[in-house]
């Protein structure tokens, strides 16, 4: 479950998207590499990359990189007027993020562009999807390999990524449901353990070999999440143990957790065990708030998996990670390198992850109506 | 610091405001001069705004651009948009729409609004719902417009109407003002409207910090097609201003004249101020005054003027900015580029200015009568009439000075442009005014010697003893004189120049004019903007039973050496081509058949001019992706001002692959009923084509021609209205200070109608003499200002025509207002008691 660009709401869809599209329903037959790449039928879709690195000398980044598509259903006039090249009916935005974890210093940034001609997209034939000169292209569609490149003001990223466990499908029946509605679910694939090694360079002047592990997402689905949800909280860990758990804990707006709450657990041989709400309490610890939105984050959690033995206290040694733009396009959220920590089945254990957060900051933004 | 202040008022203020009437008079045409220099600054600068520096003000922070003639292929954005440097690149697609019913054109942006980087240049202008493109065809409108959010507008655009639906208004950003009359649209919705499908006019890039933007520029330069251009942003609007530059020079010089004007008429006052005030500058001489502490004196006083006049010319200024801009605009318009008036701005720099020039002629003008003053000795002041004896002696030296000063003018005709700008001929003539100027003594002592026998004998007694005192008063009259003789002659010049271009146009026209009709996209026209017609429309015209031929072409704005330039491809076949007239000695038959068999091109002359092109040598220009080269064959006349080059049309064809024409001439076969073949055009040429017959073509350009120097014959008006003024001031100052005189006429039996007729007479000889030296000085300088300074800053070849009806009006306009001057100070004197005078002092 991952931070929804509110792009639907720029490019204002004119029909109500429902029926049109394509909806996350049990059954899919998912086909590789096919399903890698773009999904036009379903309305959103999202390629998630995330990783904690360490650099020769020992300092450590987090990084995120992101690339969202959502699909616009233009009426019969504006498909008839607008040229092919510009339609607007597919807008790519593209989140980019580091954290200086030991420099103490987190800069994000994000892009937005239609397809136009060859801007942005999503493409089987060329093996990968771009915004621009972010792009993560497979170098190859067998093993997994990808490559990924990120340029901005501040620095340019450059990462090789290789899978050292076979894709994770969440869910049961191919699907993750997120609410009781048939459709309101994602087909949603991931990469729970790849190794990364690659550059960064021009950080605050200077260049970095970085080595780590990274994890990657890939989602896609058609109005997936309730109107009644308030935000979510989502967990990657990566223990030591080289196993693997993705949480989300959905909030409602009157506060309680949702029952479509779910996570999986992803063992050291590459097998996974599905784990619904009832299996498992992430209980919020200490909070953050952020001078620039003014929203209190649960930075610190406790993580309880009973029927497997884990109990994990999430930490991260530097809070303000959140993606806060005010002229951004999409909702304000927060989503940092953090560490875990605790035992499973008595066995002291350690790791790192991701912790994506929404839903806190409102809806100041105005992205989202 | 009392004594000085105290001699100032007493001495200089205290005189001035007992004669109210010829003070601001002074005061008057000094603000008026100044007024018409400051509102020729500000409406310049305010009409001379290009289309693209107000496009500049809309691109946000962008740094460089890359555009090409007829467009980049939009496939270039990609291998942009991936290249691993931090740039942002925003494509644009760049035209003009009038909006329904009215003839201005206003900029039609189309840009990237979903793009971050096209949301983000405009963030503070479009509102938030800039980026919702959810409205059939939705388009941004400047405030100017006067629409609100979900109106609807037509805008004509080439020669197609479309209907848009107004999504909100663009918000003023601080400190910009380009986007106030302009229409945004997303960028495929414009090339759509446009018919630029798959091509975008430029590309804006914002470039990273970290190395030079000319590391920056180099760079991209090699990814780039050789004919992309990619210059620092301002580039453009740079060559317009340079382009411009001469027309503001022009414009500027011709308000510097009637400055001039206002210096003579400083001077005669202070010199009257001088001579009347003898006695006292004698007393306080006497008293131990110094000679410099006097001088400086009259300096205060010039600078009282100055200074107040500068203040009122700024107001005057300001005022006649307002109804100048339009004039300036229309000029701008139909001869260079593509304008958006711009609110007229005061700054302090045209205030400066302003102020500074005042001050500076006003003191320039008084020194000669203030160091006069300085000179008369504590004796000296006692006597009289001794000022008229030093005036007959210096004349002798002035006609010296005159004779160098004249040949230096016709010296400095020869001289070559300073950087495109006629510099040391507009020395040329100040010095030619200057020079006359200093004939003008000797010039009236001679009228007046011998004249008077054949004046007296046709006019009778009056007019004898009218003469007689202008004679007698050389010294005093020669400067209204040259104040009015200055003005006429500016009025003669640019009259003769006008009438002369004018007409060298008009003969131009009907050769270079030789089709029936003549067809172009509606909306408003600029030399700059070329508007397209559909490519099927001559292909229909040409199927018509009573046409015979259709010649298209095409023209885009391109840039030549630094400098905006029109590349045209044109037809040259059987009936065409008829209308080019060739500079002399060049072989036109040879030239026209050798044309359109290969890359070769026909300059204008204004083009050749600036770029020192002729026949033989060859032009590099960026086309289609690459350089090429076009052997000039030959230069032709042309009086446009926008540096035309000519291809053929097959040839720009394979560079260029638009079949699109921005105009049709159409020629009918012989005896072809011209009407008939009027309403099948119009019939297949719809509401968004203008048709013109010949006839209409030639008038519409003339038209426009008038239109164009509209702003020339107001600045003309006002050097006279403050040439008038001065002569009306100068006489009643004369008058009165002659009023024992008249007493004395009076006395010895003349009667009030003859005194009367004295005074009119007076100024009807002033204002014949005035007329006859700025009718020679007039014609001198339209010979510089056609021959030189035309040639020098444009390029034309005019040939010399007097405009005979319209001099003999301006002429007569002035005698006139010289006469009726004369008026006042005639009823002052006729009024006042005869035994008053006389005992009066």
């Known amino acids: ?369 | 610091m009392t004594g000085p202040w105290l001699l100032f008022v007493r001495l200089i203020l205290r005189p001035l405001v007992r004669e109210p009437v010829r003070s601001s008079l002074t005061l008057f045409a000094v603000a008026l001069g100044v007024g018409l220099v400051v509102a020729i600054d500000l409406a310049t600068q305010a009409a001379t705004r290009s289309f693209h520096s107000s496009l500049e003000s809309m691109t946000g922070k962008s740094d460089l651009l890359i555009h090409a003639t007829g467009g980049l292929d939009e496939a270039l954005l990609e291998r942009l948009a991936q290249l691993p440097y931090p740039f942002d690149f925003a494509p644009r697609v760049e035209d003009f729409a009038s909006v329904d019913g009215k003839g201005e054109a206003l900029p039609f942006l189309g840009l990237d609004l979903i793009g971050h980087r096209g949301g983000q240049g405009f963030e503070g202008t479009l509102d938030d719902s800039a980026r919702r493109l959810d409205s059939g065809d939705p388009a941004w409108v400047g405030r100017r417009l006067g629409l609100r959010r979900g109106d609807r507008v037509r805008l004509l655009i080439n020669d197609t109407m479309h209907v848009f639906t107004v999504a909100g208004v663009l918000k003023k950003a601080p400190g910009e003002i380009g986007e106030e009359n302009a229409i945004v649209t997303d960028i495929g919705l414009a090339q759509k409207m446009t018919g630029k499908q798959g091509r975008l006019d430029s590309i804006d890039v914002k470039i990273p910090q970290s190395r030079t933007a000319e590391f920056w520029r180099r760079m991209l330069r090699g990814m780039l097609p050789e004919s992309a251009t990619v210059e620092p942003q301002g580039a453009r609007s740079e060559q317009d201003r340079k382009m411009l530059a001469a027309f503001r020079w022009n414009l500027r010089v011709l308000s510097y004249i009637a400055l001039v004007v206002g210096a003579f008429l400083i001077y005669n006052t202070i010199s009257i101020s001088v001579v009347r005030r003898r006695t006292e500058i004698g007393v306080v001489r006497a008293l131990g005054g110094t000679r410099r502490f006097v001088g400086a004196a009259f300096l205060a006083e010039a600078l009282t003027f100055g200074l107040a006049g500068s203040a009122l010319g700024l107001l005057l200024g300001r005022a006649m900015a307002a109804g100048a801009v339009g004039l300036v605009s229309n000029t701008v318009q139909a001869l260079y580029v593509s304008s958006d008036a711009a609110p007229v701005e005061f700054t302090w720099a045209v205030v400066a200015s302003g102020v500074g020039l005042g001050v500076a002629i006003s003191i320039v003008a008084a020194l000669a009568p203030a160091v006069e003053a300085s000179r008369i000795a504590p004796v000296e002041a006692m006597a009289r009439g001794r000022e008229e004896y030093v005036a007959a002696i210096r004349s002798g030296r002035r006609g010296v000075w005159a004779g160098v000063a004249f040949a230096a003018a016709a010296a400095l005709t020869q001289l070559p442009a300073v950087d495109g700008q006629p510099l040391f001929a507009y020395a040329s003539v100040m010095l030619a005014i200057f020079a006359t100027a200093a004939v003008i003594p000797a010039a009236i002592a001679n009228f007046a010697r011998m004249a008077q026998g054949a004046i007296g004998k046709m006019l009778g007694v009056e007019a004898m003893l009218a003469l007689r005192s202008l004679g007698a008063s050389v010294g005093r009259t020669s400067i209204l004189a040259a104040a009015l003789t200055t003005a006429v002659a500016m009025t003669v010049s640019v009259g003769i120049m006008v009438g002369s271009f004018r007409e060298t146009v008009r003969v131009w026209l009907d050769s270079a004019l030789q089709a029936d009709f003549y067809l172009r996209p509606a909306g408003g026209a600029a030399a700059d903007r070329h508007p397209t017609l559909s490519p099927r429309l001559p292909n229909d015209l040409e199927r018509l039973p009573e046409v015979a031929a259709v010649e298209r072409l095409r023209a885009y704005r391109i840039s030549y050496g630094g400098l905006p330039a029109t590349l045209a491809g044109i037809e040259i076949g059987g009936l065409a081509g008829t209308g080019i007239r060739f500079l002399p000695g060049e072989d036109r038959k040879a030239i026209l058949s050798k044309f359109p068999t290969g890359d070769y091109a026909l300059v204008g002359e204004p083009f050749a001019n600036q770029h020192s092109v002729r026949p033989g040598s060859v032009l590099r220009i960026p086309l289609g992706g690459a350089d090429r080269s076009f052997q000039v064959l030959g230069v032709y006349y042309d009086y446009s001002t926008a540096g035309f080059i000519e291809v053929d049309r097959k040839i720009l064809l394979k560079y260029l692959p638009d079949p699109a024409a921005s105009s049709v001439a159409v020629y009918l076969k012989p005896g072809g009923d011209s009407r008939q073949a009027r309403e099948e055009i119009g019939r297949i040429s719809g509401p968004g084509v203008m048709v013109f017959s010949n006839g209409e073509l030639r008038r519409g350009a003339i038209a426009v021609f008038d239109r164009t120097f509209s702003i020339t014959y107001a600045l003309e008006a006002v050097a006279i209205a403050v040439a008038i003024m001065g002569v009306a001031g100068a006489l009643l100052a004369t008058t009165i200070e002659r009023r024992r005189e008249f007493a004395l006429l009076r006395f010895i039996g003349a009667e009030q109608p003859q005194v009367r007729r004295i005074i009119l007479c007076e100024a009807g000889l002033l204002g014949l003499l005035a007329n006859g030296l700025g009718l020679a000085l007039g014609a001198a300088l339209s010979l510089i200002l056609i021959f030189v300074i035309n040639k020098q800053s444009f390029g034309w070849t005019i040939q010399f025509h007097w405009p005979a009806a319209l001099l003999l009006a301006a002429l007569t306009a002035v005698y006139v207002a010289t006469v009726a001057a004369g008026l006042y100070p005639a009823r002052t004197v006729t009024r006042m008691n005869p035994m008053e005078a006389i005992h009066e002092g």
């Open chain 1, 1 to 369: 479950m991952r931070a929804r660009a509110g792009v639907c709401l720029i490019v204002a869809a004119t029909v109500a998207c429902g029926q049109q599209w394509q909806l996350a329903l049990p059954g899919y037959h998912y086909e590789f590499p096919r399903d890698h790449f773009s999904h036009s039928d379903y309305q959103t879709e999202w390629w998630y990359y995330t990783g904690n690195l360490r650099a020769a000398d020992g300092r450590r980044f987090g990084f995120e990189l992101t690339f969202f598509r959502e699909g616009v259903r233009l009426t019969k006039q504006q498909a008839a007027e607008s040229d092919a090249t510009w339609r607007p009916d597919q807008v790519y935005v593209a989140h980019l993020a580091l954290s200086d974890l030991d420099g103490r210093e987190f800069y994000h940034t994000e892009r937005l562009n239609r397809a136009g001609p060859g801007l942005a997209g999503s493409s089987l034939k060329e093996r990968r999807y771009w915004n621009g000169n972010w792009q993560a292209r497979w170098t190859s569609l067998n093993s997994g390999e990808q490559q990924l490149q990120a340029v901005c003001e501040r620095f340019t990223l450059r990462l090789k990524l290789r899978p050292e466990k076979p894709l994770t499908i969440h869910g049961r029946e191919g699907v993750s449901q997120k609410g009781p509605q048939a459709g309101e679910a994602s087909h949603y694939i991931s990469f729970t353990r790849l190794a990364a090694e690659g550059q960064l360079e021009g950080w605050n002047g200077r260049s970095y070999s970085l080595k780590g592990l990274a994890w990657m997402d890939h989602e896609f689905f058609s109005q997936a999440s309730g109107q009644a949800l308030a935000g979510w909280d989502w967990f990657a860990v990566q223990l030591n143990n080289n196993e693997e758990l993705m949480l989300y804990r959905l909030r409602r707006k009157s506060g309680e957790r949702s029952p479509y709450s779910s996570g999986t657990f992803v063992d050291a041989a590459g097998r996974t065990r599905f784990l619904s709400a009832s299996d498992f309490v992430l209980a919020p610890g200490t909070t953050w708030q952020s001078a620039a939105s003014g929203a209190r984050y649960p930075v610190e959690w406790k993580i309880s998996i009973p029927c497997l033995g884990i109990e994990l206290w999430e930490r991260t040694g530097f809070r303000d990670q959140e993606l806060f733009s005010k002229e951004s396009v999409t909702p304000t959220y927060w989503e940092g390198a953090v560490t875990y920590e605790g035992h499973e089945q008595s066995q002291a254990v350690k790791g790192v992850g991701y912790l994506e957060m929404t839903g806190y900051a409102g809806l100041r933004n105005g992205a989202q109506r």
